[in-house]
C-alpha cells in the first residue's frame, strides 16, 4: 500500500529543517479544497495500462491516510510499499519523492541530491489538486500523469530502482495496485516523468 504526506506536514521517517520529527500528517484532507477537480486522470491511467498491454491487480480498502493506517489495512499485499512526499523548493520548483514507506528521510538535506535550490518545504494541497489532481491521502506518482506542464520533478529513492513489484495509489486512496518495476517506470515515461533514481540522506 501507498501514503502521502500531507501539505504542511511529513510523512512517518521523515524530519523537518530542524533536523527534528516533522509532525505527523491528519488523519483527514484538509477542508476548503477545490475537489471537484481532483481526483482525475482515471482515463488517463487507462489508457496507460491498455497501451501497455496490463492489467495490475488491485486491492479494494477502506482509505488509508497515513503509513499506520496503511500498515493495518493493506493485509498481506506483496511487493514494495511506499510513501510520497510532495515538495517545493526556494524557487518554486516542485518535487514528488516517492520511497519506501518505512524509510528515514532527512528533509534538511534532501534538496543537495534532488536538484532543488535551497532547501524543501511540503508543497501546498491546492497545489497539488493542481499540478497532480490528486488530494492529500492520495499522492501516488501515478498522478504524474496528469501533470502536462511538467512542473514536477519526479525522485524515485534507491530502494525502488532494486524493487521487482511497487504498490502504489491508482489516483485515489482507498485502492492499492501492484505494478512491476518495469511497467511503473513505463507509465511514468509514456508520460514524460521519467523517474531519477537516487540514494536519498537519512537523518543523522
Do not use: W
Not at 9 to 21: E, I, K, V, Y
Amino acid at each position: 500500500m501507498a501514503t502521502d504526506d500531507t501539505s504542511g506536514a511529513a510523512a512517518p521517517g521523515a524530519t523537518d529543517q530542524a533536523g527534528a520529527p516533522a509532525p505527523a500528517a491528519p488523519d483527514e484532507p484538509p477542508a476548503g479544497l477545490d475537489e471537484a477537480s481532483a481526483p482525475r486522470g482515471f482515463d488517463r491511467l487507462a489508457e496507460a495500462f491498455a497501451a501497455l498491454g496490463i492489467d495490475p491487480p488491485t486491492v479494494e480498502h477502506e482509505a488509508a491516510f497515513t503509513v499506520d493506517q496503511a500498515v493495518d489495512l493493506r493485509g498481506t499485499i506483496p511487493g514494495l510499499h511506499t510513501k510520497n512526499l510532495f515538495l517545493k523548493d526556494k524557487k518554486g520548483a516542485y518535487f514528488l519523492v516517492t520511497a519506501p514507506e518505512d524509510a528515514a528521510i532527512d528533509l534538511k538535506r534532501i534538496h543537495t541530491v534532488i536538484g532543488a535550490k535551497g532547501r524543501v518545504s511540503f508543497g501546498s494541497a491546492e497545489a497539488m489538486v493542481q499540478m497532480l489532481g490528486v488530494t492529500p491521502g492520495s499522492v501516488t506518482p501515478l498522478a504524474l500523469v496528469n501533470d502536462d506542464a511538467g512542473l514536477v520533478t519526479c525522485i524515485f529513492h534507491e530502494a525502488l530502482g532494486a524493487a521487482d513489484l511497487i504498490n502504489v495509489h491508482p489516483l485515489r486512496n482507498t485502492a492499492t495496485v501492484t505494478l512491476a518495476r518495469e511497467e511503473l517506470f513505463a507509465i511514468l515515461s509514456r508520460a514524460g516523468h521519467t523517474p531519477t533514481v537516487t540514494a536519498l540522506p537519512a537523518p543523522e
